[in-house]
């Protein structure tokens, strides 16, 4: 059974968590989302359907499972305002970067917490979303909380020490792919291909590829080789991206999100406290 969901924070992540639900299924009596603006509150339940509220306890009260789907800045303020009415059977599924299970147990003593990293391919259900537990989060919980995430994507369950490293790798690494689909389309169309066709060739060969290694056996290394001929033009490419850092450039990236994740989730514990 698809259990009941109050989604508090109908913005970007919340609506995409709200309309992957509906497509998963979900009966939209079983789904409440919460508002804080009349006009979001609006616009949100034309796009998803969903019954959209202006009191974030009336959403959470008496749901299974409660998603938090404001910015991390607002979550003290909304965890005051549900603290009277959720109880030891519902769990807290939260999606805001740096907001710890620790500090979630310290305001609601008790109660089954859930703490995540998803990304924005969620919003077509292709989303990759890591998640821990905290100390009341039982399997039950924590299955209930995969049900809801996995709505909208793969999800994989890790400890919480490793989200930092998370959020840089799948939270960020929608970016990563936007940017390569950037320059790769400019040098297309630096190499004469008009702009329609140099998008099209460069949005299909990351999407087929992606597919590809996300459905194959075969490492991106073997995939790799097998489309590099000794003397070729992916060796000749290959050879240009591996002699300008490439790959030290990646690490780089993923160890300054990383730390920028570390720093974030630091100066949030402190807001959250003060
Ligand atoms: N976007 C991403 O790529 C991504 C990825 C992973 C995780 N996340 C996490 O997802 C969370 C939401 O991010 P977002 O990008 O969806 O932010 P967003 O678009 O700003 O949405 C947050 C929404 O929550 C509303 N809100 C704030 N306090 C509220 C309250 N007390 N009651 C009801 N609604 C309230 C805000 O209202 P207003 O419209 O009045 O501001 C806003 O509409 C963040 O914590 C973020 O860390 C986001």
């Avoid at 497509?23 to 409440?32: H, I, N």
């Avoid at 509220?53 to 008496?62: E, M, T």
């Avoid at 460069?202 to 075969?218: F, I, N, Y």
């Amino acid at each position: 059974m698809k259990p009941s969901v109050g989604i508090l924070g109908a913005g970007s992540m919340g609506e995409i968590v709200a309309r992957g639900l509906v497509r998963a299924g979900w009966a939209s009596e079983d789904l409440t989302l919460a508002a804080r603006r009349p006009e979001r509150a609006r616009e949100a339940e034309f796009r998803t359907g969903i019954n959209t509220v202006l009191d974030a306890a009336q959403a959470a009260q008496g749901k299974r499972v409660v998603v938090i789907a404001v910015k991390p800045r607002d979550v003290p303020v909304l965890l005051t305002q549900i603290a009277d009415v959720v109880t030891a059977d519902q769990v807290i599924v939260s999606l805001a970067a740096g907001i710890t299970l620790a500090l979630y147990e310290e305001a609601l003593p008790g109660i089954p917490i859930v703490r995540s990293m998803p990304n924005t391919p969620a919003a077509v259900d292709e989303g990759m979303t890591a998640y821990c537990g905290g100390t009341h989060a039982d399997e039950p919980a924590m299955s209930d909380a995969a049900a809801v995430l996995g709505a909208v994507g793969e999800t994989i369950r890790l400890s919480e020490d490793l989200l930092d490293a998370v959020t840089a790798v799948s939270g960020t690494g929608p970016a990563y792919v936007f940017l390569l689909a950037e320059a790769m389309t400019e040098a297309a169309i630096r190499e004469g291909l008009p702009h329609h066709a140099a998008e099209r060739l460069v949005h299909q060969t990351l999407r087929g590829s992606g597919m590809l290694l996300a459905g194959s056996e075969k490492s991106a290394f073997r995939l790799r080789g097998e489309v590099t001929s000794p003397g070729g033009t992916t060796a000749a490419a290959m050879h240009v991206l591996e002699e300008g850092g490439f790959r030290a450039l990646m690490e780089d990236a993923i160890q300054a999100a990383t730390h920028r994740s570390h720093e974030l989730g630091e100066a949030a514990t402190e807001r959250f406290r003060s």
